[in-house]
């Protein structure tokens, strides 16, 4: 990988198995002008073999565990074109350590970190204990469902707990999958460096959740994502020793925080849905800001999945959108904008059908 060097400690084999193992390995970003280098992957063990079940089936696949994986990324590094090149080179890499087709990937004991030394305070932000378990992922059994292979993963974020599950088709042309995800309990107290360096503000109480559903198939797209935050407090006696404009955009934001706050529940919600076409993703801001204010004045949020989201959802008949009361009243521009635009495509189709009749009538008469 240019820009990077790196190192094993050793490589056993277990031709029985099938198998072999790569001991403590390391990647590391290497400046060749400062000679400086930053830790970007490492793993205590790499395991690559033959995967039995699938052979048994007649398959020849493989399956590739990492034991205890360290992956950073560093604010220099996640430009997306940087982010989508590593990310590339690294799969690459991958494939020339197996040379069969991976069925099974497994990851135990993981670790994924962001930090930014620019920032004042530094950041350093991750998550910790990730196990990861995908299965099936080149359909070598069980070839005659429609989403064949499964992904579950579990992580701890800052004594929250997250899990994810994934249905998908990974051999599908365009993405085709059914995923849910939840996030819960996460001590924003234990985020306060990331507040303090991007968003200037302490947290001084609270905790944040998120529970999210997507399905994708035949490019189209369907979900909703709900965040949640319960007992928070920005500003409080621990804030004495700011300065004034500090505490003056503290208290704006938890302002806005306790306007929008359920009491009897003490949380600050809503749901965010979304469909569209991969190309062309939509979320409808008008529901956003009603379900804020639902959550707050009339009915709390869920803290969990609604289940109302499968790949059904993506290809079904959508009934006529109902506005909302926002919606109805400081949508009408948008309203206006829609009408224009639909009534100038009207009449560009009549002028071109038009044409057309005059070019027909001109050969016919020639």
Same mark, same amino acid.
């Not at 020339?96 to 004991?109: E, G, H, S, T, Y």
């Not at 080149?138 to 499964?150: E, F, I, Q, V």
């Not at 059914?178 to 996030?183: F, H, I, Q, R, V």
């Given at each position: 990988?240019?820009?990077?060097?790196?190192?094993?400690?050793?490589?056993?084999?277990?031709?029985?198995?099938?198998?072999?193992?790569?001991?403590?390995?390391?990647?590391? @970003?290497?400046?060749?002008?400062?000679? =400086?280098? $930053?830790?970007?992957? #490492? &793993?205590? /063990?790499? !395991?690559?073999?033959?995967?039995?079940?699938?052979?048994?089936?007649?398959?020849?696949?493989?399956?590739?565990?990492?034991?205890?994986?360290?992956?950073?990324?560093?604010?220099?590094?996640?430009?997306?074109?940087?982010?989508?090149?590593?990310?590339?080179?690294?799969?690459?890499?991958?494939?020339?350590?197996?040379?069969?087709?991976?069925?099974?990937?497994?990851?135990?004991?993981?670790?994924?970190?962001?930090?930014?030394?620019?920032?004042?305070?530094?950041?350093?932000?991750?998550?910790?204990?990730?196990?990861?378990?995908?299965?099936?992922?080149?359909?070598?059994?069980?070839?005659?469902?429609?989403?064949?292979?499964?992904?579950?993963?579990?992580?701890?974020?800052?004594?929250?707990?997250?899990?994810?599950?994934? @249905?998908?088709?990974?051999?599908?042309? =365009?993405? $085709?999958?059914?995923? #849910? &995800?939840? /996030?819960? !309990?996460?001590?924003?107290?234990?985020?306060?460096?990331?507040?303090?360096?991007?968003?200037?503000?302490?947290?001084?109480?609270?905790?944040?959740?998120?529970?999210?559903?997507?399905?994708?198939?035949?490019?189209?797209?369907?979900?909703?994502?709900?965040?949640?935050?319960?007992?928070?407090?920005?500003?409080?006696?621990?804030?004495?020793?700011?300065?004034?404009?500090?505490?003056?955009?503290?208290?704006?934001?938890?302002?806005?925080?306790?306007?929008?706050?359920?009491?009897?529940?003490?949380?600050?919600?809503?749901?965010?849905?979304?469909?569209?076409?991969?190309?062309?993703?939509?979320?409808?801001?008008?529901?956003?800001?009603?379900?804020?204010?639902?959550?707050?004045?009339?009915?709390?949020?869920?803290?969990?999945?609604?289940?109302?989201?499968?790949?059904?959802?993506?290809?079904?008949?959508?009934?006529?959108?109902?506005?909302?009361?926002?919606?109805?009243?400081?949508?009408?521009?948008?309203?206006?904008?829609?009408?224009?635009?639909?009534?100038?495509?009207?009449?560009?189709?009549?002028?071109?059908?038009?044409?057309?009749?005059?070019?027909?009538?001109?050969?016919?008469?020639?």
């Amino acid at each position: 990988m240019e820009g990077y060097r790196g190192h094993i400690e050793d490589i056993d084999l277990a031709l029985i198995r099938g198998a072999y193992k790569i001991d403590s390995i390391y990647l590391h @970003k290497y400046d060749s002008v400062s000679g =400086k280098e $930053t830790p970007f992957f #490492n &793993a205590s /063990l790499i !395991d690559l073999s033959v995967e039995w079940k699938a052979l048994f089936r007649g398959s020849i696949v493989g399956e590739l565990e990492f034991q205890n994986p360290v992956l950073r990324f560093t604010k220099d590094k996640v430009e997306p074109k940087d982010l989508q090149k590593d990310s590339t080179d690294f799969r690459q890499l991958l494939d020339d350590f197996m040379p069969l087709k991976v069925n099974r990937f497994a990851v135990k004991n993981g670790n994924v970190r962001y930090r930014d030394e620019t920032s004042a305070p530094k950041v350093d932000i991750g998550l910790t204990n990730l196990e990861i378990v995908a299965l099936n992922l080149k359909n070598s059994y069980d070839s005659g469902a429609l989403l064949p292979a499964t992904v579950t993963a579990s992580a701890s974020v800052y004594e929250g707990t997250l899990t994810v599950n994934v @249905k998908l088709n990974p051999l599908a042309k =365009k993405p $085709t999958f059914d995923m #849910n &995800a939840e /996030l819960k !309990d996460t001590n924003l107290v234990l985020l306060n460096e990331f507040f303090q360096a991007y968003a200037k503000v302490d947290v001084n109480k609270g905790s944040f959740g998120m529970y999210t559903e997507i399905a994708a198939k035949d490019g189209g797209f369907a979900g909703y994502v709900k965040p949640l935050m319960k007992d928070l407090d920005i500003l409080g006696k621990e804030d004495r020793d700011d300065n004034v404009f500090r505490k003056l955009w503290e208290a704006i934001a938890g302002g806005a925080g306790e306007l929008f706050r359920n009491q009897p529940e003490d949380q600050v919600a809503t749901k965010i849905p979304f469909e569209g076409r991969l190309d062309n993703p939509k979320a409808n801001i008008w529901i956003t800001i009603s379900n804020t204010l639902r959550n707050a004045f009339i009915q709390a949020i869920q803290p969990s999945i609604d289940n109302e989201i499968n790949l059904a959802s993506v290809d079904s008949p959508k009934e006529p959108e109902k506005k909302t009361m926002l919606q109805k009243v400081f949508g009408k521009d948008d309203d206006k904008a829609s009408a224009k635009k639909s009534k100038e495509r009207k009449k560009a189709e009549r002028k071109k059908e038009r044409q057309k009749k005059k070019e027909d009538k001109k050969a016919g008469k020639s």
